[in-house]
């Protein structure tokens, strides 16, 4: 089985993303589905707590006799971006 590694920036909610958030897990917790402009607001995909995930597309592989791994180059992360965080697929 194949991994696949990349990496996502996290933009910190601000209050307009934290209201969005609210009305969206209300939904979702008398199971019914957020509206338009919510959803609209996420992309159509289910919202992170923490914030605006964006993929990191300046992210580079690399491989040596002994390791894999990735190379980011800071100076293209968004500015905005605050957190950034690894994830590996299996």
Do not use: Q, W
């Amino acid at each position: 089985m194949g991994m696949s590694t990349y990496a996502e920036g996290i933009i910190p909610a601000d209050d307009k993303y934290k209201k969005m958030f609210h009305i969206f897990s209300e939904c979702k917790s008398v199971g019914i589905e957020a509206p338009k402009a919510v959803m609209d607001f996420f992309g159509g995909e289910e919202p992170c707590e923490a914030g605006v995930v964006v993929r990191l597309t300046e992210v580079n592989k690399f491989t040596t006799e002994c390791s894999e791994g990735l190379t980011l180059d800071v100076d293209k992360i968004p500015e905005n971006v605050r957190t950034i965080r690894f994830v590996n697929l299996y």
